[in-house]
């Protein structure tokens, strides 16, 4: 039976802990998995919903964005797949009457859990400027309301419009030319927090921002490094693949301050052999890097491979090196440089670690690194991440059989957000293609990323904020300073399928649109509609949701997207009367769309385009001063205003009433769609054409793969102080709160924990079990210094390095200092937070 929703906060003062687990998965993870699913949506629901889970005819598990394998099981999910399932097919619902009961006060008073709790939206509502309650509000008012909001800013860079990574493709795609259309690139998504610093990084090196390898890649490698990643909970499908390589030989090495259990044991609840016999040891090494270590480590890999060379030859692939790459010399010259001792004090491990871990690259045939938050979200994860490919390069590990790099993707459409156009600072083919198609012009300068949309926010130069999907409010770093900024916007309005944060710390009037999720069934014009996304290795697939819809009452994010679009755009006119309002030569009187195929080969996602700029993959621009070029574009804002001479043409009823003609658009706009609609009919899967994969090509200015040179840096830890991390639980997808319990750790009933060494506690003169306040300490770039305050965590004994913390995100947010972020990148530094611990008084 489905229970009710909460009535109450847990009492988090009562958290229980144990001694953390050494196995990941089995039994357990099962039986949480079925618990959490009946508590949201009964026993008949469950099953049926949970056999559809990334089945070919059923829907891509909203979970991770981990590839599914060609041969499917019968159940195709994983405990925290069917916990994400669970939370959107549940049978509770948030409607008027729910609003009517409580005020924003009252909402606002409950934590992140709660919420999340409370089940589906299912009505329109609208907060009015200075009322208490959300009223509920059609459909049609909603929409206009926002289409006059949109239509009396002075700027179109005055609105701001936040993608989080579910939005599926042709949602996404329809979204920022609506962006676009009303002539701003300010776009800002959930990756520029997630994995922003790996897409520079590689398209920097190796010209695309993406991964190189596929699911059969890791099946084949022969090493496989497992950096900054936490499988076991936020990718549980990995482990299978692992599973597989290492039944095949491969070996495996985990780096982590932590000692994650998926890493190091996995029991595969699909075999026998998984449950009966305690299951299968995953990581040959537990390398325990100390936070920001990993640049270091990259290093000391590359200069034992280099002196491996020197001694006795046959390390290096020569030919590769010469054929494919550049910058060899000078990479050789600074790692002959560098010092095993810097090494050693950067990562905390001796140097007969380091060497060990070099002596398995050296031997291995074919090496893949895995990589997530733990290597994107410190302020040298760029260098870092060229680290990696520096590696990688040296033994001709990128384009072939088993190797190659992998960065694993969070929201299970992150990706394919990015690729049809969720970008703040788009490539000029990209826009070319987007004009051809719509008859309209793009504007071109850079919008604002995650963190220069709140600093434009809190400084009053944002009028409108849309979120399509996610929680901006609690997701993002400094929450006072974001509940601040919120509080300055005209209207906020959040398309949503669940309460959470972002509708109750609201601008000045808010608008809740609830929408279909993955599992719902979406019928549009008369018939049922697919879409389709794009998993972390570049497969693109169809998902259909077969649940009836939790009520009558929702739209789908195309639906949405497109009736603004025909409000704002249908009848040609144009947002603000400064605007040139002549057509295009290029379009027809009728306004139709013009369906040129746009095939130059610029537009090829992984290329760069003449200028250097990134195609809208997940990339940044090049190197260091591109960053601060790309904000000071955007401080300047209005240099697009005048560039849109008109608002894209299409027949948006049209596309609502039929996805596939969507899906034309996209295949017409970007490389490698070609049949898309036929490649993904059928339960087909469309590979997405992959430069350095495929055939080592390139997209670099140079047409080659760049070594490059990378100052050592590590954080350095002021006396008395911690490093602390941020990370999730096991009963969290992001900011949506399963349950206050962390399984794998040991924790229990309660989140507001941090993790310290024992001998820390000892030292800094606390006890293990005390509450604290977490302070943390952060020098502005000006010299100010400022402190910010979590209050009231459990000090937990753990196994983290000396120096280094752990505690949960979203509740630490309030700790991490907006400006501090990943140089090029701009991700937050959400796994590097000096602070101290402090007795409560
Ligand atoms: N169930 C579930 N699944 C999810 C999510 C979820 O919240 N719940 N979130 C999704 C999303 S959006 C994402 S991006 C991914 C996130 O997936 P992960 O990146 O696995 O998530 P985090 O909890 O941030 O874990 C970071 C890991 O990196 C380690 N780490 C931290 N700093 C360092 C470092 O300096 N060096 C090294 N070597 N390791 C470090 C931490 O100890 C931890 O194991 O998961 C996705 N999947
Ligand atoms: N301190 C710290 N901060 C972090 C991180 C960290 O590790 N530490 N990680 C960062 C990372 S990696 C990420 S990706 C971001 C995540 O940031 P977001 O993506 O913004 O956050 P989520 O919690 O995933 O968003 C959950 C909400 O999305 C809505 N939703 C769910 N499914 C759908 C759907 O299909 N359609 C629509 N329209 N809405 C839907 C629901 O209303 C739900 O409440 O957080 C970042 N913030
Ligand atoms: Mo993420």
Redesign the pocket.
């Given at each position: 039976m489905a229970t009710k929703p909460p009535t109450a906060d847990i009492d988090e003062t009562r958290v229980h802990v144990a001694r953390p687990k050494k196995v990941a998965v089995g039994v357990p993870a099962v039986l949480r998995a079925l618990q959490i699913a009946n508590e949201q949506m009964g026993v008949a629901r469950s099953v049926q919903t949970l056999r559809q889970v990334n089945q070919k005819d059923g829907f891509d598990c909203p979970?991770?964005?981990w590839p599914e394998e060609d041969k499917r099981h019968i159940a195709e999910f994983c405990e925290?797949g069917a916990?994400?399932v669970a939370e959107e097919a549940t049978l509770r619902r948030v409607g008027p009457e729910f609003f009517s009961a409580h005020s924003i006060d009252d909402l606002r008073s409950h934590d992140d859990w709660w919420l999340g709790q409370q089940g589906r939206l299912t009505h329109p509502m609208i907060l009015e400027d200075g009322a208490s309650h959300y009223r509920p509000v059609s459909w049609s008012d909603a929409l206009q309301l926002i289409a006059d909001e949109l239509r009396r800013l002075d700027d179109p860079d005055e609105a701001v419009f936040y993608t989080s990574?579910r939005t599926s493709n042709e949602a996404a795609f329809l979204y920022q030319l609506l962006v676009r259309g009303i002539g701003t690139n300010n776009l800002p998504d959930?990756s520029n927090m997630?994995?922003e610093s790996s897409g520079s990084a590689l398209n920097e090196t190796i010209g695309i921002g993406k991964g190189t390898v596929s699911i059969d890649d890791i099946h084949d490698a022969d090493l496989l490094i497992v950096?900054?990643?936490?499988?076991g909970?936020?990718?549980p499908r990995m482990l299978s693949a692992l599973e597989k390589a290492k039944q095949r030989g491969a070996t495996i090495v985990a780096?982590?301050?932590?000692p994650?259990a998926g890493l190091l044991r996995f029991e595969n609840p699909q075999t026998v052999r998984g449950v009966a016999f305690g299951g299968t040891k995953l990581a040959d090494d537990f390398v325990q890097?100390?936070?920001?270590?990993?640049q270091a480590l990259f290093q000391a890999i590359g200069k034992h491979l280099l002196e491996a060379e020197a001694s006795g030859g046959g390390v290096l692939d020569h030919e590769f090196i010469a054929a494919h790459t550049s910058g060899f010399d000078e990479y050789r010259q600074a790692l002959t440089d560098a010092s095993w001792r810097e090494f050693v004090a950067a990562t905390g491990l001796p140097e007969k670690t380091l060497r060990r871990v070099g002596e398995l690259v050296r031997r291995s045939t074919a090496t893949i690194v895995c990589w997530?938050?733990?290597?994107t979200?410190?302020k040298h994860s760029v260098p870092t991440l060229r680290e990696i490919v520096n590696v990688l390069l040296l033994q001709g590990n990128i384009g072939r059989r088993g190797a190659g790099v992998c960065p694993?993707?969070?929201?299970s459409n992150?990706q394919g957000d990015r690729t049809v156009g969720i970008y703040e600072k788009p490539s000029a083919a990209f826009l070319d293609a987007l004009d051809a198609e719509f008859a309209f012009a793009a504007p071109r300068a850079h919008g604002f990323d995650t963190v220069q949309a709140i600093r434009a926010m809190r400084d009053g130069r944002v009028r409108f904020f849309m979120g399509m999907g996610g929680n901006f409010v609690s997701a993002t770093p400094d929450t006072r300073v974001v509940e601040a900024a919120m509080g300055r916007v005209g209207l906020t309005v959040q398309v949503s399928t669940k309460l959470n944060r972002s509708h109750v710390v609201t601008g000045r009037r808010a608008i809740i649109l609830p929408t279909l999720g993955r599992t719902d069934r979406d019928k549009r014009g008369g018939r049922e509609q697919k879409v389709t996304v794009e998993d972390s290795m570049g497969a693109v697939h169809a998902s259909r949701g077969r649940l009836a819809p939790p009520s009558e009452d929702l739209l789908s994010e195309v639906a949405i997207v497109a009736r603004l679009c025909a409000l704002l755009f249908g009848d040609g006119a144009v947002l603000s009367s400064s605007r040139d309002q002549e057509m295009s030569p290029t379009q027809d009187a009728s306004g139709a769309i013009r369906p040129t195929p746009v095939t130059s080969p610029d537009l090829m996602t992984e290329r760069t385009s003449a200028a250097g700029a990134p195609g809208p993959t997940d990339a940044a621009t090049a190197a260091g001063s591109a960053a601060e070029a790309a904000g000071s574009s955007a401080d300047e804002g209005g240099v697009s205003r005048s560039s849109v001479a008109h608002p894209p043409r299409a027949d948006w009823a049209a596309l609502e009433a039929d996805y596939a003609l969507i899906r034309a658009h996209i295949e017409r706009v970007l490389p490698g769609f070609d049949g898309y609609e036929e490649r993904v009919d059928k339960g087909r899967t469309l590979h997405l054409p992959n430069g350095p994969r495929d055939a080592r090509r390139f997209a670099t200015p140079d047409g080659r793969a760049r070594f490059t040179v990378n100052p050592l840096e590590y954080p350095r830890i002021p006396r008395g102080r911690l490093l602390l991390?941020t990370?999730?639980s096991?009963d969290?997808?992001?900011t949506t709160i399963y349950g206050k319990d962390d399984r794998y750790r040991g924790i229990h009933g309660g989140r507001r924990v941090v993790l310290v060494n024992p001998k820390d506690i000892v030292a800094l003169g606390f006890a293990d079990g005390e509450v604290v306040d977490l302070v943390s300490e952060w020098r502005r770039p000006d010299g100010a210094f400022e402190e910010r305050r979590a209050e009231e965590f459990r000090v937990v004994a753990y196994r983290t390095p000396r120096g280094n913390a752990?505690a949960y995100?979203p509740e630490t947010n309030v700790l991490v200092p907006l400006d501090s972020v990943a140089d090029v990148s701009g991700t937050p530094t959400s796994?590097?937070v000096v602070v101290r611990l402090e007795r409560r008084v």
């Open positions: 979970g991770c964005a925290n916990k994400a990574g959930c997630c994995h950096a900054g990643q936490n499988p909970t936020n990718h780096v982590n301050p932590l994650e890097i100390r936070l920001g270590g990993d997530a938050m733990g290597l979200q410190h694993v993707r969070g929201h992150v991390q990370i999730r096991h969290q997808y992001n752990a995100y796994k590097s």
